[in-house]
């Protein structure tokens, strides 16, 4: 049996076993015994107002959170991540994985009862890459290099000239220029749901608005206040509709912490965050209320390769070693976060970072050697190293900044001016190169390591850093079937030229009432479905 | 009064045109634009987001295409909130910020005046004391303070009222965003009213009518009053629009959907739209509230003529 029989007998046995332990696997899944309460309403909040509905268009974390209750994808995730069928059975390969086939499932809705059928796939990702449509995550379509994305979005050729085909109602193929073992996970991102055409045609930029939507997820759209709330109710027309449970959603677009914790704890919201200076005294008070988990993000300062002194790896080198990541993690972030020494977080699937040389060394040990390295760099307590740390006003960045400034102040003759601009600002700065050292952090799109580590595989960066080792082995692990040892030369790399500074691995830190069941709060990319909550009787 | 109120529609217009032009070159002299993100995008993919907003366009041209739009009442369409357009978002938000503002100010006139005049006829007495200490507190107590107090004490001690939400502004809903704003307000107008009915009562007009034998109600309704509104006028005319258009604080914490968080999300996320509606907007309330104050005043002052 060669390579993609297998691999086709294993997808068939798998979708028949989708399909026949669908409610076990795709839906609310509530314990025997459960006794549900009588009004299945889920309150929570979102953290900001999205900037669209339109999942092509989305962006943002908020607008993936809702695009999962009213869209679906060709696979969805899993609680631990891994990605399972969504509105495709299964998927087929070609030989050398460029040809993705996916097997639509026959009984899957739009919310006014027509089918979802190959074609509204091949529109929604043609829509994703068309310039008219001005997609800000269209980019999305370019990673796993998708047959004439990049020339499409360049205006070169037309969007029907997209890699995507409907072979039949019930078919989708996408051609990939290069083969990607991970395509597959890349599909439960919002940019490359369906797309209902007629509705878009019908009414442009407002088809989102409650009045005008269709969609093909567990819930529609009833009601949207910008800066207040967004009101989805359940989808009769949605395939597995008889397994969900919650009937109403509440989305609030609550930004302040403070605001959250508040209405949390006016019993208004179900799901909600609290600012975390506060966890000492709210472990007390609702400890089993609160969940913290590892997200799939990293905390970093990035240094300007190209401008001394950091054109110099020993003064890079040595602002790393010197820094104590575990007082950072247990005394000022406080909330669960890991020490980062590599750039990729140690969840992400199917990659176990190795850990860098210094990680094992003491703090001892790493000031000891910073110390050394600074020095042999020409630097002394008669000519102190002098520079400015940016960060994007917050008071958890300043915090963090203060305490660095003062161990590398206490490891090494350093003098740093702590310098803040406001979100925009800072990223003008960081995006003209006009900075020595700045804070940073990432969010994996998918959960793959090359989400991380791109970041950094070509000249394109912030920091102006190249490397073409570097480079080589992040464009070669694209069509390995396991590119593990790519990355981990490519996190070695990191360690020995040192171009950011890693410091910590993110936590998701939230609120959720006893009363909820069925909630993926431990999935690492956040990503939660609501079709899978229940409320659970008082 | 009619030729007043045609010459300031008349000034209106050139005061508007160096608002728009002010806010319109400040905002592009920011650094930073709406679409730029953490992790960048695709040059290309810039081009066609910056081809569909005209940002790609000489900024003069940009702003003649603003001003084309915006004398057909067109805000055009909001850079942070893709699916609307600026009208669409500032009209509803508008709605709830000016319905709390309106309610605020009615609570904090009516209460004001009452406590200033009933401290004022009681000057130096336990009455006064007592009054202008809580006046004191109420002043000292900014919005921020007060929202989360009242949240704490109604919504989580005692639930008696929702800790936020709008609910196309239900009564409850009401209740904790137009006390925590109104607050200050009531202080603010009964230290003013008090200060001014004292200034007033000892004037010779006062005493002339005292002298005449008039009972105490006439001569502070009908002769004291007037006068005694001066300053709250004043004080209440720029005043008027800064409520009705709403308080980022109140929005934020409340979760309102008012439009004061429109103009400082606007700014941060470099809407350049919005911030021009909602400055346009705010613009025209001002030139139009100060004329409205400049008119009770001639009705109030009669040494006062236009």
Redesign the interface.
């Known amino acids: 049996m060669n390579k993609t029989k297998l691999l086709q007998s294993m997808l068939l046995a798998s979708a028949v076993a989708a399909t026949s332990f669908a409610p076990q696997v795709l839906a609310a899944n509530v314990p025997a015994g459960t006794k549900l309460a009588d009004v299945q309403e889920f309150v929570r909040d979102n953290g900001a ?1 999205p ?4 999942p092509q ?1 989305i ?1 943002g974390v908020p607008g993936a959170n809702i695009a999962r209750d009213l869209f679906e994808g060709l696979m969805n995730q899993a609680r631990n991540g891994d990605e399972m069928p969504g509105v495709a059975l299964g998927y087929t390969t070609n030989d050398n994985n460029t040809v993705y086939t996916f097997n639509l499932r026959k009984d899957a809705k739009w919310s006014n009862g027509d089918t979802v059928t190959a074609h509204d796939f091949v529109y929604g990702w043609q829509r994703a890459v068309d ?2 449509t ?3 995550y ?2 999305f379509i ?1 990673i796993p290099g998708i047959s004439n994305a ?1 020339a499409i ?3 070169d050729k037309a969007p029907s000239e997209l890699g995507v085909r409907a072979v039949d109602d019930y078919t989708f193929e996408v051609t990939l220029d290069a083969p990607i073992p991970f395509f597959a996970k890349m599909v439960t991102h919002a940019t490359l749901f369906p797309a209902h055409r007629a509705t878009i045609e019908a009414h442009g ?2 088809w ?2 409650p009045d005008n939507i269709v969609t093909n997820g567990a819930y529609t759209l009833s009601d949207w ?5 967004m009101v989805m109710t359940r989808n009769s027309n949605y395939w597995n509709d008889s397994e969900t449970v919650v009937n109403k959603v509440t989305y ?5 912490a ?2 959250s914790l ?2 949390y ?4 919201l179900d799901f909600g965050y609290f600012p975390t200076e506060q966890i000492k005294q709210l472990r007390e008070e609702m400890g089993d209320e609160i969940y913290i988990t590892p997200k799939l993000c990293t905390y970093y300062y990035i240094m300007n390769v190209e401008k001394a002194p950091f054109d110099d790896v020993r003064v890079r080198k040595a602002l790393s070693y010197a820094i104590d990541r575990d007082i950072i993690t247990e005394h000022i972030t406080a909330t669960g976060q890991m020490p980062a020494y590599g750039l990729t977080p140690d969840i992400t699937n199917n990659f176990s970072p190795k850990a860098p040389a210094y990680a094992g060394m003491t703090q001892a040990q790493r000031n000891e050697a910073a110390a050394a390295l600074l020095a042999e760099a020409g630097y002394s307590d008669s000519n102190p190293l002098e520079m400015n740390l940016l960060y994007n006003t917050s008071e958890g960045h300043k915090k963090i900044a203060i305490a660095i400034s003062q161990m590398w102040k206490q490891a090494m003759p350093v003098d740093t001016t702590l310098e803040n601009q ?4 800072y ?3 960081r ?1 003209e190169g006009n900075f020595s050292i700045a804070r ?3 969010c994996g799109d998918y959960n793959e390591a090359s989400t991380f580590l791109d ?1 950094l595989g070509s000249g ?1 960066n ?1 920091g102006n850093y190249v490397n073409q080792e570097y480079i080589d082995l992040m464009k070669s692990a694209k069509s390995m079937a396991d590119p593990s040892a790519n990355y981990n030369r490519a996190e070695e790399i990191l360690a020995e030229d040192m171009p950011i500074i890693p410091i910590y691995q993110y936590t998701g830190v939230n609120l959720i009432k006893p009363r909820v069941g069925g909630f993926a709060y431990d999935n690492p990319e956040g990503n939660v479905y609501t079709r899978d909550v229940y409320i659970k009787a008082d | 009064m009619l030729n007043f109120i045609f010459r300031r529609f008349l000034q209106a217009i050139p005061t508007l045109l160096v608002l728009t032009m002010l806010t319109f070159a400040l905002m592009y002299m920011a650094p930073g634009s709406p679409f730029l993100t953490e992790k960048g995008m695709p040059e290309e993919v810039l081009a066609n987001i910056n081809a569909k907003y005209h940002l790609d366009l000489p900024v003069w041209e940009q702003y003649l295409i603003y001003l084309g739009n915006l004398v057909q009442g067109d805000l055009g369409p909001s850079f942070r909130y893709l699916d609307f357009s600026v009208n669409d978002l500032v009209w509803p938000s508008l709605a709830v910020s000016a319905t709390i503002g309106a309610w605020s100010l009615l609570i904090a006139v009516t209460l004001g005046i009452t406590m200033g005049m009933i401290a004022a006829l009681n000057h130096n007495k336990w009455m006064d004391y007592t009054l202008m200490t809580t006046a004191m507190a109420g002043i000292v107590l900014p919005t921020f303070v007060m929202a989360p107090l009242l949240v704490l004490l109604l919504s989580y001690k005692v639930k008696l009222l929702p800790a936020g939400g709008w609910h196309d502004g239900d009564w409850q809903y009401l209740v904790l965003p137009v006390f925590a704003m109104a607050t200050h307000l009531i202080a603010q107008i009964a230290r003013i009213t008090r200060g001014s009915l004292i200034e007033v009562m000892s004037s010779n007009f006062i005493r002339t009518a005292q002298a005449k034998g008039l009972p105490y109600r006439t001569i502070i309704l009908r002769h004291a009053f007037k006068p005694m509104m001066l300053p709250v006028v004043s004080y209440l005319g720029p005043l008027f629009v800064g409520v009705l258009t709403g308080s980022v604080i109140i929005d934020v914490f409340f979760g309102t959907g008012g439009i004061g968080q429109h103009f400082v999300n606007g700014a941060i996320n470099r809407d350049y739209s919005m911030v021009m509606g909602v400055t346009v907007l705010v613009g025209v309330m001002y030139i139009a509230f100060n004329a409205v104050t400049d008119i009770i005043y001639a009705y109030i002052d009669p040494k006062i003529r236009y």
């Open positions: 107002e900037g669209t509905l339109d268009k962006e310039p008219i001005a997609s800000p269209s980019w370019e990049s979005i360049a205006g930029d407002k989102t608005q206040r910008v800066n207040e709330r609030l677009p609550i930004e302040a403070s605001a508040a209405r704890r006016a019993d208004e406001e979100w925009k600002t990223l003008s700065t995006n940073a952090g990432w970041l394109d912030d």
